[in-house]
């Protein structure tokens, strides 16, 4: 079974940059589809990115796209989220998830969430 842990959360001022880490433990890592999430206060959670177990390109929401940069090391069983110009709207509890599924962008096809780590961007 497969656990995670994320990390590299914290307060950034806008345009500022942060990077992610997802820690898994366990098996067979390299055969999910990985991806982040991000919750903001009050609203449901919402894709991030990913990259599918198939390999191939990691995929993004619009919202980051060119902002945002996610790999995968299937040797050391890591995800890493690079930010890059942050915006305040930014700012939420981002987690790591895993699916069976190649290329999905929808939280409920994912499982195995972290605990989050908190991103604060200010103005």
């Known amino acids: 079974q497969v656990q995670l842990v994320e990390s590299g959360g914290g307060l950034v001022q806008a345009g500022g940059s942060l990077r992610l880490s997802c820690a898994a433990s366990?098996?067979?890592?390299?055969?999910?589809?990985m991806g982040w999430f991000r919750q903001a206060p009050g609203k449901e959670r919402e894709f991030v990115a990913a990259?599918?177990?198939?390999?191939?390109?990691?995929y993004y929401a619009d919202s980051v796209k060119g902002r945002f940069t996610m790999s995968r090391d299937n040797i050391r069983n890591t995800a890493l989220l690079q930010m890059n110009s942050l915006k305040p709207e930014d700012t939420a509890v981002y987690y790591c998830?895993?699916?069976?599924?190649?290329?999905?962008?929808?939280?409920?096809?994912?499982?195995?969430w972290g605990q989050g780590t908190q991103v604060t961007v200010s103005s």
């Open positions: 998830g895993k699916s069976d599924r190649d290329r999905s962008s929808i939280p409920a096809d994912f499982s195995s």
């Open positions: 366990g098996r067979a890592f390299s055969l999910y589809t």
């Open positions: 990259i599918g177990w198939k390999g191939g390109s990691p």
